[in-house]
C-alpha cells in the first residue's frame, strides 16, 4: 500500500484478556518502530526493528508485551493479560532505514481496556 | 530520564502571525531532529526535519532552527493558519541509534481566525 496500515483501528478488550495489534509497514521500508500515545502524553517508544538485526525492546514496558516482524515486513505487537493501564493509542512507523531519514506514521490502534 | 522536552503544552497564536514552537535536548550526540504534526485520530506526519550540521532549513512557511551550544531548536510557522492547530512533536535520533527517534511531549498549537 502507499501508507503504512495499522489494523484494528479500534479494540475494546476485557482486563486480562490478550491483543493482537497489526502493522503493515511501507513497502521496502526495512526499519519498523512501535510506539505508544497515552492519554494527554507523548510518544513513547516501544520497539524497534532494522533489517535483520535484533530488535530495540529497550520501550517494552513489562514482559506482558512483546513484538515480533516477519519476513522482514508486518509486525504484530502483542500485549498478555492486557490491564487498564495499557489503554493508549499504538502507533506503528516505518521508514526506509537510511541514516536521517524520516519515519512514516500509520493511523494508529486505539486500545481500550474495560 | 526524559531527553527530549517541549516545555510549553500548548500556544495560542492568531491567525497570519508567526508561530513559535519550542524544544530543548539533552543528549548533545543527537545528529538528527524532526518535526510531526498530529490531528486527532490521524498518525503523526512529517514535517520538516534538520541535520546536526545546519542551523537552519525552511520549507515553505516552516522554518527551523538548531541551536547546539544551547541544545535547543525551534519551529517557526508564518503565517499561521487555522488549518495549523495540531499538536506538534519533536524529535531526535542519533545514528548509533540506529535512528530511533526520541520524541518530546507535544504542544498544542491553537490557531484563532
Known amino acids: 500500500g502507499a501508507g503504512v496500515s495499522q489494523s484494528p483501528s479500534n479494540k475494546v478488550t476485557e482486563k486480562g484478556k490478550d491483543v493482537e495489534l497489526r502493522c503493515d509497514p511501507i513497502?521496502?521500508?526495512?526499519?519498523l518502530y512501535w510506539y505508544r500515545q497515552s492519554l494527554g502524553q507523548g510518544l513513547e517508544f516501544l520497539i524497534y526493528f532494522q533489517g535483520n538485526s535484533a530488535p530495540d525492546k529497550s520501550g517494552l514496558p513489562s514482559d506482558r508485551f512483546s513484538a515480533e516482524r516477519t519476513g522482514g515486513s508486518v509486525s504484530t505487537l502483542t500485549i498478555q493479560r492486557t490491564q487498564q493501564e495499557d489503554s493508549a493509542v499504538y502507533l506503528c512507523?516505518?521508514?526506509?532505514?537510511?541514516?536521517?531519514?524520516?519515519?512514516?506514521f500509520g493511523q494508529g490502534t486505539r486500545l481500550t481496556v474495560v | 530520564d526524559q531527553q527530549v522536552k517541549q516545555n510549553s503544552p500548548s500556544l495560542s497564536v492568531q491567525e497570519g502571525r508567526i508561530s513559535i514552537l519550542n524544544c530543548d535536548y539533552t543528549n548533545s550526540m543527537f545528529d538528527y531532529f524532526l518535526w510531526y504534526k498530529k490531528y486527532p485520530a490521524e498518525g503523526p506526519t512529517f514535517l520538516i526535519s534538520?541535520?546536526?550540521?545546519?542551523d537552519k532549513n525552511e520549507d515553505g512557511r516552516f522554518t527551523v532552527f538548531l541551536n547546539k551550544s544551547a541544545k535547543h531548536l525551534s519551529l517557526h510557522i508564518v503565517p499561521s493558519q487555522p488549518g495549523d492547530s495540531a499538536v506538534y512533536f519533536c524529535?531526535?535520533?542519533?545514528?548509533?541509534?540506529?535512528?530511533?527517534?526520541?520524541f518530546g511531549a507535544g504542544t498544542i498549537l491553537r490557531v484563532k481566525s
Open positions: 524529535a531526535a535520533s542519533r545514528v548509533e541509534y540506529g535512528n530511533k527517534l526520541v
Open positions: 534538520i541535520s546536526s550540521i545546519k
Open positions: 512507523a516505518s521508514s526506509s532505514g537510511l541514516i536521517n531519514t524520516e519515519a512514516f
Open positions: 513497502s521496502g521500508h526495512t526499519a
